[in-house]
């Protein structure tokens, strides 16, 4: 069988990342297309708001109902898990239901494949834009019933976009490049095994951390990350719970337990600790920068790490956004969105442009930068960079 050029399987995969692996299997999860997966939904989405005749009466909604109880009904045998799922569904339904009323195209999803599912109807719900629902690229995330837990069928719409969705395939990339970047500019970490160093073998910043997806995948242990030094910021608070949440899944340990320092604030505060300046060994600003709302705040970003970073052995890791459907359908369509909007992506038109965009920002900073397309897809949907990268 033939293998289509945009399903990235003719480059090998990163090792050791069970999504990755999953990506492969072309057969269950065919490439993403822009008419069946993103522009048939954001049309529907539009007419539904322009047209009064096309809007979603409150029996179709109904109907999603019906198909979600019943797919739990045929794929949920424990009477307990059953009643759990269900008890889930009846608290989700009528913000769902409420969702799909005034959008066609949202309805439209839910009954082409997320309602045959245990965990997609949480995403237009309760987990965008929250740094929660991009837990999913890894294979996990709140079932229906709101337990965190791996996405359980193969066949789930949800388990589907973990492993093929755009935004979430460039996600696994930006994390498994991160944590590549702490080894390689903190090499005796990986003699670490089960006993963590008294003294700490590097520092690293992370800005904008949300769950700290470069720190907890990709085989990183607990005791690497307790022989580092990590300040992380966020302006989200609600992270907090969430944070024990995911280290007690990955790590079986609280979050208080990990070592890391987490500070509930603005990127610009924390570039701005000068008893940091000088001292840090890696900057992670992936994941950010295209919520800057113009190329100078970008300018200025670059330039606070540079002061935190060790002149002999450092690197900033950054990365741009580059549009593509999938994005638009995921705001338009599925809600993913921020309420502030302070804080809305500006991506770049292509590849092309993110370089050149950071060529300019770091002629005028004198900064020397790498950078990285994603070989796998021909659409890539963003440009990793490696800033003022120095190993002593």
Not at 41 to 63: F, H
Not at 106 to 112: C, F, I, Q, V
Not at 166 to 173: D, T
Not at 356 to 384: A, H, Q, T
Request: proline residues 4%; contains cysteine; negative net charge.
């Amino acid at each position: 069988m033939a293998i289509s050029k945009d399903h990235y399987t003719h480059v090998p995969h990163y090792s050791g990342e069970v999504m990755e692996e999953v990506m492969q299997d072309y057969r269950l999860y065919p490439p993403m297309r822009v008419w069946g997966d993103s522009l048939k939904y954001i049309v529907a989405t539009l007419v539904g708001k322009i047209l009064p005749c096309c809007r979603v009466k409150e029996s179709q909604a109904d109907e999603i109902y019906d198909m979600m109880s019943s797919y739990i009904s045929e794929n949920v045998t424990d009477l307990v898990e059953y009643h759990r799922h269900m008890d889930g569904l009846n608290v989700l339904w009528p913000a769902l239901k409420q969702k799909m009323l005034g959008n066609r195209g949202l309805w439209k999803m839910m009954r082409d494949s997320g309602a045959e599912s245990l965990s997609f109807a949480q995403f237009p719900v309760s987990l965008v834009p929250r740094a929660i629902a991009l837990e999913s690229a890894f294979g996990v995330n709140y079932d229906n019933a709101g337990i965190y837990r791996k996405l359980l069928r193969v066949q789930d719409l949800s388990m589907r976009s973990a492993a093929v969705e755009p935004e979430l395939v460039e996600l696994r990339r930006r994390a498994h490049h991160a944590r590549e970047c702490i080894f390689r500019h903190i090499p005796v970490l990986k003699e670490i095994d089960s006993v963590p160093s008294e003294e700490k073998l590097g520092t690293v910043v992370t800005t904008g951390a949300g769950l700290l997806i470069e720190l907890r995948k990709y085989g990183m242990t607990l005791a690497q990350i307790q022989s580092l030094r990590v300040i992380a910021c966020d302006m989200d608070e609600s992270l907090r719970k969430e944070l024990d949440m995911v280290c007690r899944y990955d790590f079986g340990v609280s979050f208080a337990e990990t070592g890391i320092e987490y500070r509930f604030c603005a990127v610009e505060e924390l570039l701005k600790d000068d008893t940091l300046y000088g001292k840090v060994n890696v900057v992670l600003m992936d994941g950010i920068l295209s919520y800057c709302k113009n190329e100078r705040q970008i300018q200025n970003y670059i330039y606070g790490a540079e002061r935190l970073c060790d002149p002999a052995n450092s690197v900033i890791f950054c990365d741009l956004t580059v549009f593509d459907w999938s994005l638009l359908r995921c705001a338009v369509v599925q809600g993913w969105v921020s309420e502030d909007k302070n804080f809305a992506m500006h991506p770049e038109l292509s590849a092309k442009i993110a370089v050149r965009k950071m060529r300019r920002i770091c002629r005028n900073l004198d900064f020397k930068f790498s950078y990285e397309i994603d070989p796998r897809n021909p659409s890539p949907l963003g440009v990793v960079f490696w800033i003022n990268d120095t190993i002593a």
